[in-house]
Nanobody
Framework: QVQLVESGGGLVQPGGSLRLSCVAS????????MGWYRQAPGKERELVAT???????QSLESVKGRFTISKDNAKNTVYLQMNNLKPEDTAVYYC???????????????WGQGTQVTVSS
């Protein structure tokens, strides 16, 4: 079994900052790409940022310069530092990771349960 657990969401005023964390645990042999997605009410889930196993990052155009994705391989953890938050960033943020369990030779996508981020004055 593999689990992804997010933390760090909450309510913040416009212009504020939050740092999301996502820890992967369980029968993990290897982790490939990790990333963050978000889903606002009435909208489809969208990719926010990804980081490859080699550390190459990509991000949504609207968050460039404000959000930074990083990871700690030793802790199987991916982070999303969010600065200068805007009301339109309000959404449930989900962690995603491609993980190969010990009992398999294949990488499978895994999702966290989501953490709410609300940007409002």
């Amino acid at each position: 079994q593999v689990q992804l657990v997010e933390s760090g969401g909450g309510l913040v005023q416009p212009g504020g900052s939050l740092r999301l964390s996502c820890v992967a645990s369980g029968s993990i042999a290897s982790i490939n790409a990790m990333g963050w997605y978000r889903q606002a009410p009435g909208k489809e889930r969208e990719l926010v940022a990804t980081i490859s196993s080699g550390g190459v990052t990509q991000s949504l155009e609207s968050v460039k310069g404000r959000f930074t994705i990083s990871k700690d391989n030793a802790k199987n953890t991916v982070y999303l530092q969010m600065n200068n938050l805007k009301p339109e960033d309000t959404a449930v943020y989900y962690c995603n990771a491609y993980i190969r369990p010990y009992y398999s030779g294949t990488y499978y996508p895994h999702w966290g349960q989501g953490t709410q981020v609300t940007v409002s004055s």
